[in-house]
């Protein structure tokens, strides 16, 4: 019994990742990008995340934790720095490896773009109703605290 809840809990932790992707920020960053003049897709603010997370990381890492191909991410690093929002800097130990880090301009346009993407969720979350939000919003919290014990 103990080894099949085991199978249905990796299953279920298995499909909850893309369906939170792509309701908050497939979904709700589209809508809030609706309203912007920037040319940026929701790859370009995942990797400026992951720069804000770590403060600087080789575009390797970064596409690889989001499955990235190496030309796709030059693409893709290469308009945050056009835009100002990303810069290249040599590494300090070796001059040849280019490490990105986040720039103010950058965390000033995350921060907009996550409050519009906070508005947008709690928009969405108008349709349920109280009780379904207050056991949406533990349940959370309680898989948020059980996944930071399997780390």
Do not use: C, W, Y
């Amino acid at each position: 019994m103990r080894g099949e809840i085991k199978g249905q809990v990796a299953l279920d932790l298995l499909s909850i990742p893309p369906l939170v992707f792509r309701l908050v920020r497939r979904k709700v960053v589209k809508v809030t990008l609706a309203d912007t003049d920037l040319d940026i897709k929701t790859l370009h603010f995942e990797i400026m995340h992951l720069l804000k997370d770590e403060g600087m990381s080789h575009p390797a890492k970064i596409g690889e934790k989001l499955a990235v191909a190496k030309a796709q991410m030059t693409h893709l690093t290469d308009k945050l720095v056009d835009f100002g929002f990303i810069k290249r800097e040599e590494g300090a130990d070796d001059r040849r490896t280019v490490n990105l880090s986040l720039t103010e301009k950058g965390r000033k346009i995350l921060e907009e773009q996550d409050n519009l993407v906070i508005n947008a969720v709690k928009d969405n979350l108008a349709s349920l109703s109280d009780e379904e939000v207050e056991t949406l919003s533990k349940s959370l919290r309680n898989l948020r605290d059980i996944l930071s014990k399997l780390q």
